[in-house]
């Protein structure tokens, strides 16, 4: 059993599910300007997800290993099962996560702002997460109830917010998170 991810954009950001198409290569994942990643687990799956050569975190770690080495930069989308293990795996990396909503006019106008600072802060790790029903158990464990919220962690703790649309001070967030 295989488990295929793709690309999709932003715009577009369908549920994604798991090819169970045996013949199906594994391809983790690549970026472009205009596309964000969607890492999924499958939600028939409890136990870590095995493919070629490990587990779930192995996945997670080449995710975080090619988000972080792209030169184009990049917005990496997020579940309730692939945020925790990713941001484990930054470790002392900074990482700021666009809490959004699908439906939310400022969070689509913000999004193109959130990629360019991907592509001018390429030592920082961009994610987003889609606060939809199937995400809403840790969104609501992150404390969202405005959106966009973004939050900004180091080290797997939380060390700056800011909700709203709210470009100027996102910045102003991520400038003094680098520097400290």
């Known amino acids: 059993m295989a488990l295929r991810m793709a690309?999709?954009?932003?715009t577009a950001a369908p549920a994604c599910s798991p090819s169970l198409d045996p013949q199906t290569p594994f391809t983790p994942f690549s970026v472009r300007k205009d596309l964000s990643l969607k890492l999924c687990a499958p939600e028939w799956s409890q136990s870590?997800?095995?493919?070629?050569?490990?587990?779930l975190s192995t996945f997670?770690?080449?995710a975080v290993e090619q988000a972080?080495?792209?030169s184009v930069g990049g917005v990496v989308e997020?579940?309730?099962?692939t945020f925790w293990p990713?941001?484990?795996a930054a470790g002392d990396k900074l990482v700021v996560i666009d809490l959004y909503t699908q439906w939310c006019g400022p969070c689509k106008i913000m999004y193109p702002k959130i990629v360019e600072l991907s592509q001018k802060y390429a030592d920082v790790l961009f994610l987003k997460l889609d606060c939809n029903q199937e995400n809403k158990a840790l969104a609501k464990k992150l404390g969202v109830k405005v959106v966009p919220t973004f939050k900004l962690f180091r080290n797997r703790e939380e060390i700056?917010?800011?909700?709203g649309a709210?470009?100027?001070?996102?910045?102003?967030?991520?400038?003094?998170?680098?520097?400290s």
Do not use: M, N
């Not at 997020?78 to 099962?81: D, I, K, M, P």
């Open 68 to 70: 972080a080495s792209t």
């Open 166 to 179: 709210k470009f100027d001070e996102l910045v102003q967030s991520i400038i003094e998170a680098r520097t």
């Open 48 to 55: 870590p997800i095995k493919w070629r050569d490990g587990s």
């Open 78 to 81: 997020v579940t309730q099962e």
């Open 86 to 88: 990713i941001l484990e």
């Open 60 to 62: 997670v770690a080449r």
């Open 7 to 10: 690309c999709i954009p932003s």
């Open 160 to 163: 700056a917010e800011v909700k």
